[in-house]
Structure formats: structure tokens, C-alpha cells
């Protein structure tokens, strides 16, 4: 987590992989204590700062506006390198692929991100599809926000089988509904692209 | 929030709501201070107590396993019966639906919640159907855990309309694809529902 960061990008996938037998997920920061999401409204926990992450089975990198201030952070940088280079799965939510390719792991590599910063990954050296889940080796990259529920459903049946992750789905009871057909840029008529766009770049600006 | 408060029950509906023009979220505890989710992994920082509840537009009562604790915490109902008093809309999450019953609130009324507690929420003098979202009068009530995502959009709607409510959907990308068919009891086969029964037995014991 940093500054800023979007909470269901990580709250997500934690309600999915804390739920895998003897699974302890830890909630990493700049230094240990409280860290802020991007609307400022939510305040999380850090048990550790972003160096611990060296030695976990699956680090996830969860997005928000935050990630703008950090591309050019050394120190984040070297932490994700570090424990990307000994885990078995490296894996981002949203704009947490900024990151990664900050870092220098997804250069030349697929990868998803928010629909609203493809380019922006594109130019930090990753090559930006518009898939939901993008699985390549070891890396997973989900799109936008929500997409991390969709990805750590996937990656918890890599990591202990289909049937593990059936009930997690059926425990979490994943059998969304939404009532509007307008979740992604190819499925949402332009006004509303439009006006996510208009209150996107108030946002970061 | 309440200690073994369930995270995702209430950050789904967050990132929602909180996305609402000149919405203002605020998490509320037993006190202000950390709260610990079900898992033990999670701490949330509470900003006001729950009696400060009182004059909202909307509460929204995440569920997990520490309702059970609270089914007869006279403090927590009663302040649920005051703001709910007052509010525009009453919405709960997953089993959020036993304390708005154990309240009083639920007293004939038809009303969601995690597929495997229906039948606790009928003995606190609710009608629960099998349904993802309910709507009822200023009453909403969610379906287990990500049913809240759900229900936050249809609220998102009332509260300021389709296109504010397709725009959060598109900004969180909610386009869901889960890799399996097992979120509900109707869809999940039998060996997966004894499954998940089997792992809640063993953490409600």
C-alpha cells in the first residue's frame, strides 16, 4: 500500500486469498502504521513496510492515484524487484501495473491496468492489452479496481486447485449481478466514458 | 464495523458510494480506533463510534462472524434503531442483515444475507429470501460478502441516478468475469457447498 491507494484493489483479492488454507496475508506500507486510500475516507493498518515483501509466496500491488507520485521512487522500485525476483507469484490491481513497470518487470510484457491508463503503462515499457486478467509466467495483472476479485479467484486455483477456489467463490458468494452493462470501456456508451474521464482528470489534477 | 467484521462487506459499497459527488463515508466502530476484521489480517481505523450514525443519509452494516457476538448487544441495537430512525436508507451486507434484525429493524420484513445463515436471520423475525439484492421501502439488504458491490451500485442509482451509478460502475470497472459458475447455493455443486460449510463450522466453533 502507499499514499492514495485504491482499497478494493487490495481488499479484494485479500477477501479471496486470506480464505486459502493456512494462507497469512500481510498489509505492507511505506513504514508500519496507517496508511490512506485515495478519497481519503479509509485509513488501513500497515503491519510492515514495503521491503518485508521480500520473501512472500504472492505480492500484489494494488492501484490509485497514488501510483502517479511513486514512478520515479527508488525506494519502492528496489522493493518490488527484491521480492519479485523470490516469489512465486507477482501480481497487480489496476494502476498497480504502473508500478511493476516502474520497476522494470513488465518491460515487453502484457499486462492489464485501468482501462483509463493503458497509455501510461504502454509508455513505462509494458505492453497494455484490454483483458480483464492477464496471466503471463508467474505475473498476473488485473484491470481496473474490481478486476482483482476476478484475478485472485484465478490465481487461488493455481495455487491449491479448482475446487479451493469454487469455495472461496461460493463463500465470498461471488455471483455478482451488477445492474447496469456499462463495466468496461468497450460495453459503456461515450457520455458515460466521458464523464469518468471529466472526473478522473479533476481527480489528478 | 465490530471486531470480526467481515472487510470486503464494507469496502465494496465504499468504493462505490464514496465515488458519489460530495459523498462524505465514514467507518464507525464500537469507539474510534483500530477494528480487526474475521481473518485477524485486517486493521481499519474507525473515525467515530457507533452512535455517531445518527443523522446519516445512509448506514450500511457489514456482516461476519462477529454479528454472532452482537445478536443481543443492546448498545449496537439501539443505536442501529436511531439512525435507522433518521436515515434515507438502511442497507446491510452479508450477515449485517442479523443485527438490523436483532435490532428490530428486519420484523416481517423480507430481507438478504449470506446464503448460509437464512436461517438464523428467519428466527430473528425476518422474512429471508434467496435473493442478491432486496429492496424493500428505505431498506436494502445484500446478499453474502460481494453482494455489497451490487447493492452499491442499485443504491448509487437512487440516491443520484442511472448515469452517476453506470459511471462508478465503469470507474471501478465492474465488468465481472469470474473464472467458475460456484457463487451461489443454486449454482455451486453439493461437494463444494459441504466444503465451505465444513471451513465455516470450524471458524464459527
Known amino acids: ?3 492514495r491507494f485504491t482499497a478494493l484493489d487490495a481488499v479484494g483479492p485479500y477477501e479471496v486469498l486470506s480464505r486459502l488454507p493456512g494462507a497469512t496475508v500481510r498489509f505492507l506500507g511505506p513504514a508500519p502504521g496507517p496508511v490512506r486510500t485515495d478519497t481519503r475516507m479509509l485509513t488501513v493498518e500497515a503491519q510492515g513496510a514495503w521491503e518485508d515483501a521480500s520473501g512472500a509466496d ?4 494494488p492501484g ?4 502517479r507520485a511513486l514512478l520515479e521512487d527508488q525506494r519502492i522500485c528496489r522493493a518490488l524487484r527484491a521480492a519479485h525476483e523470490r516469489s ?5 490491481v489496476c494502476t498497480g501495473s504502473l508500478l511493476l513497470a516502474a520497476a522494470g ?4 510484457v502484457d499486462a492489464a491496468t485501468h482501462w483509463a491508463a493503458r497509455d501510461l503503462l504502454g509508455s513505462l515499457g509494458a505492453r497494455a492489452v484490454a483483458e480483464r486478467v492477464v496471466e503471463r509466467g ?3 495483472t488485473a484491470a481496473g479496481v474490481s478486476a482483482g476479485i476476478d484475478m485472485a479467484l484465478l490465481l487461488a486455483s493455481r495455487i491449491a486447485g479448482d475446487e479451493a477456489a469454487q469455495a472461496i467463490q461460493l463463500s465470498i458468494e461471488y455471483d455478482p449481478d451488477p445492474p447496469f452493462n456499462t463495466g468496461s470501456l468497450a460495453k459503456a456508451p ?4 466521458d464523464r469518468v474521464r471529466r472526473a478522473e482528470a479533476a481527480q489528478s489534477a
Open 105 to 108: 518487470i513488465l518491460d515487453g
Open 58 to 61: 504472492v505480492i500484489l500491488v
Open 64 to 67: 490509485g492515484f497514488g501510483t
Open 88 to 92: 512465486r507469484w507477482t501480481t497487480s
Open 138 to 140: 508467474k505475473i498476473l
Open 190 to 193: 461515450s457520455h458515460i466514458v
Open 1 to 3: 500500500m502507499f499514499d
